[in-house]
């Protein structure tokens, strides 16, 4: 599984969907290119081969920046584009980079997209 692909199909589930600001989104899209980019490693066997990926992969996931992404994401209708081709026996190594490199892009562009997310509707209550 792709690491953008993994990330974003968790960040995706149920939020409202409202008429999105053109501007927010096409920043967004961006934000979302910016992990696609990175998204070259199979996170499934980061996650079943390397422990320690695995609890910092978690942790970031449950973030409050990945919770508000998925927010904004889902609210713009956006979905994740990321490479055709992986790594699909990536190292510790490459598996923990990219991980980096994903907290690398929340630490700049977290503050935005928790604002963003507060800014939004708020969800419908499940049933």
């Known amino acids: 599984m792709k690491i953008a692909g993994a990330f974003m199909a968790g960040l995706l589930a149920g939020a409202a969907h409202a008429a999105p600001d053109p501007a927010a989104r096409a920043r967004m899209a961006e934000i979302l290119r910016e992990f ?47 490479p055709a081709s992986v790594e699909h026996n990536p190292t510790a190594d490459q598996c923990l980079a990219a991980l980096d490199q994903a907290k690398g892009l929340f630490e700049r562009h977290g503050d935005y997209i928790r604002k963003l997310a507060a800014e939004l509707p708020p969800t419908a209550a499940a049933d």
Do not use: W
């Open 36 to 82: 696609d980019a990175i998204s070259t490693i199979d996170i499934g066997n980061c996650d079943h081969e390397h422990p320690a990926f695995s609890t910092a992969y978690r942790a970031l996931t449950d973030s409050p920046n990945a919770v508000a992404m998925q927010r904004v994401l889902a609210h713009f209708d956006l979905k994740s584009q990321p």
